[in-house]
């Protein structure tokens, strides 16, 4: 990932292009940031359902060994 450039804290000694190029990578990057916590979260989730499905079959084998 590219590193953004040094600002100023007022930006002042920016030009619009630069700043417009500055906003767009920071759009960027949260977008990017967005992605991957979609990710994480449907991999969690996935990981989730994983777990509870083999409750289940532990759950029914069980009974099956209880008749």
Same mark, same amino acid.
Request: proline share 1%; charged share 35%; glycine share 2%.
């Given at each position: 990932?590219?590193? %953004? ?10 030009? @619009?292009?630069?700043? @417009?190029?500055?906003? %767009? ?10 992605? %991957? ?23 029914? %084998? ?6």
């Amino acid at each position: 990932m590219d590193t %953004l450039p040094v600002v100023s804290e007022t930006g002042a000694d920016l030009t @619009i292009e630069q700043r @417009i190029e500055l906003i %767009l990578d920071l759009t960027r990057r949260l977008e990017l940031l967005d992605d %991957l916590l979609r990710t994480a979260r449907a991999k969690r989730c996935a990981t989730d359902t994983e777990v509870s499905l083999a409750d289940v079959d532990q759950a029914e %084998l069980d009974a099956m060994f209880v008749l």
